[in-house]
């Protein structure tokens, strides 16, 4: 098992750019999420899914937009970066009701 | 609303010291809790969590923490302090459903 995987580890955008950080899970969980983490702030929710074709927002969604086309896969797209999106990003994911969450090893964004 | 209070952004202890690292958590029912730890550059790993059995919990690395319900409190502690135990720490809530609610993080150094 791989876990949870996400790609790039490290990304360097200009502002207005738009990008796609990769998630993948191999241990058909169904709940997937994505956060930001910034210092002092502990992580922060941005989008999440219950399932193939379900996804609802967190706690800071504006800038974000995700898909969940299979179990596998939840990708998070910025439309057009802004340096305020300067952050790590992680995806976890668990089984629904699960009692703990896995996490990837993280994205760190730099908009420039 | 469901909130995460980690008091302390900064802990400093010797080496061979105990290590206390605090939790408060706000919930309306008996909730899962958890600790995780982040080392530098890396992304989180679950040290223990408490799922409504044993008020106890003890984890990895010689880590415990002790579920108070009158309390609300979910304090991480540790015997004795290694110079590896340097890391940021997370507290989180899972109260019902499938959303996980973090604190902000306490970051602990160990001194030689």
């Known amino acids: 098992n791989a876990g949870v995987t996400q790609t790039p580890k490290f990304q360097v955008l200009k502002t207005g750019q738009s990008m796609t950080l990769q998630c993948a899970q191999d241990?058909?969980?169904?709940?997937m999420s994505w956060y930001r983490q910034d210092p002092g702030m502990g992580l922060r929710l941005i989008h999440y899914?219950?399932?193939?074709?379900?996804?609802d927002q967190g706690e800071v969604p504006n800038g974000y937009n995700v898909s969940r086309s299979t179990t596998e896969d939840f990708p998070l797209r910025l439309l057009s970066a802004a340096p305020s999106q300067t952050s790590v990003y992680f995806c976890?994911?668990?089984?629904?009701?699960?009692?703990?969450?896995?996490f990837g090893p993280g994205t760190r964004l730099t908009v420039l | 609303a469901q909130s995460v209070t980690q008091l302390g952004s900064h802990v400093s202890v010797s080496e061979g010291a105990l290590v206390l690292l605090r939790c408060n958590y706000s919930s309306s029912v008996p909730p899962y809790l958890f600790w995780y730890v982040q080392y530098p550059n890396q992304g989180l790993q679950l040290l223990l969590k408490y799922t409504s059995a044993a008020t106890l919990v003890k984890g990895i690395n010689g880590f415990e923490a002790e579920f108070k319900k009158s309390e609300t409190s979910f304090h991480l502690t540790k015997p004795s302090a290694h110079m590896s135990d340097a890391a940021e720490y997370f507290c989180a809530v899972r109260p019902t459903g499938n959303q996980f609610y973090f604190g902000t993080g306490t970051s602990l150094t160990v001194i030689p």
């Open positions: 976890a994911s668990s089984p629904l009701g699960g009692s703990e969450q896995f």
């Open positions: 899914s219950v399932g193939a074709g379900i996804t």
């Open positions: 241990m058909n969980h169904e709940y």
